[in-house]
T-cell receptor, first 111, second 114 residues
């Protein structure tokens, strides 16, 4: 079983839709959580951190459920420019803070 | 600021050849790492370094060597290329401590081994 798992998608949604991605992690020692975004054939870039109390950044909301060991990303009012692959990332400080990436969830927003 | 610079962007090798992927950063980041990305596999950590003179293995280190003689540079060496090493390689760096989780990636190096 992979340490970080995501639904690979693709998620095909119309503009304006709300879409949610989930990510599960298997190691309860995981301590920090992030969403990265990767455009086609480009490098990943940090989208947002995920805090225990949940956090928002414009149309994006991230939540963490430590008891069930999953994190989520909600995108409201989807734009064409949101089309990308979204990578779930966790770290464990007892392993030097190494980042462990999920395989990514592909989102395609259509007109 | 150039950020993280990787060269070459594209490379084709024959099985058994060796080569070095270069990575340089100008942000004075202590932490540097190499990932490979394959379809359906996400990014997998090959090797990483927490400072000059210090390197360690990640998830998939076999067939690769690294060194960190300076803070700025972290080259990845393929000793004897195999078709299984066909992949996109990303170098990334970050600060240590509280900034350690925000990786800055290079643009990637696409390697094909025939």
């Amino acid at each position: 079983r992979k340490e970080v798992e995501q639904d690979p998608g693709p998620f095909n949604v119309p503009e304006g839709a709300t879409v949610a991605f989930n990510c599960t992690y298997s190691n309860s020692a995981s301590q920090s959580f992030f969403w990265y975004r990767q455009d086609c054939r480009k490098e990943p870039k940090l989208l947002m951190s995920v805090y225990s109390s949940g956090n928002e950044d414009g149309r994006f909301t991230a939540q963490l459920n430590r008891a069930s060991q999953y994190i989520s990303l909600l995108i409201r009012d989807s734009k064409l420019s949101d089309s990308a692959t979204y990578l779930c990332v966790v770290t464990r400080y007892n392993q030097g803070g190494k980042l462990i990436f999920g395989q990514g969830t592909e989102l395609s927003v259509k007109p | 600021n150039a950020g993280v610079t990787q060269t070459p962007k594209f490379q084709v090798l024959k099985t058994g050849q060796s080569m070095t992927l270069q990575c340089a950063q100008d942000m004075n980041h202590e932490y540097m790492s190499w990932y490979r990305q394959d379809p359906g596999m996400g990014l997998r950590l090959i090797h990483y370094s927490v400072g000059a003179g210090i390197t360690d293995q990640g998830e998939v280190p076999n067939g690769y060597n690294v060194s960190r003689s300076t803070t700025e540079d972290f080259p990845l060496r393929l000793l004897s290329a195999a078709p299984s090493q066909t992949s996109v390689y990303f170098c990334a760096s970050s600060l240590q401590g509280s900034g350690a989780n925000v990786l800055t990636f290079g643009a990637g190096s696409r390697l094909t081994v025939l």
